[in-house]
């Protein structure tokens, strides 16, 4: 989000408007699972949350005050590959406990789907904008 910014680069206002929109439902869906979850999974939640909303403050003020534009743009698109590339490894966790149990059961189609598509779409809208650091991201699928 903090990457589609004109503060970090000029022209990929869509990364932040959907990134926005993206992290509102995530938000929302926290928010419920922490007003019903059990104490103690309450409070690693709340501890997780925390600890996110600190590293993306972290990131826009030490990217803010020490870096100029460019070199912003650079640091915060190398993180965002980073970021995105650990989100995408994740599923293959998953991939071997589809293989051992010979069941498709942990791993939802549509969930899948949209991810594909997403990332199809993100992969277009990088390379129509010759931006290594959109593109890049979301090949990972």
Avoid: C
Avoid at 74 to 79: F, Q, S
């Amino acid at each position: 989000m903090w990457y589609g910014l004109p503060f970090v680069s000029y022209g990929v206002l869509l990364v932040v408007t959907v990134n926005s929109i993206g992290a509102a439902f995530q938000l929302a869906y926290l928010t419920l699972f922490i007003a019903y979850a059990d104490k103690r999974r309450k409070l690693k939640m709340l501890g997780l949350l925390i600890g996110v909303f600190a590293l993306f403050a972290l990131i826009v003020s030490v990217s803010s005050v020490f870096f100029d534009h460019p070199t912003r743009m650079t640091l915060v698109g190398y993180l965002s590959v980073a970021s995105l590339i650990s989100m995408f490894a994740s599923p293959l966790l998953v991939i071997n406990l589809v293989i051992k149990t010979k069941s498709v059961e942990f791993m939802p189609f549509y969930l899948s789907l949209a991810t594909f598509l997403m990332s199809i779409s993100f992969f277009a809208y990088g390379l129509l904008l010759h931006d290594f650091f959109i593109y890049d991201a979301f090949q990972e699928e």
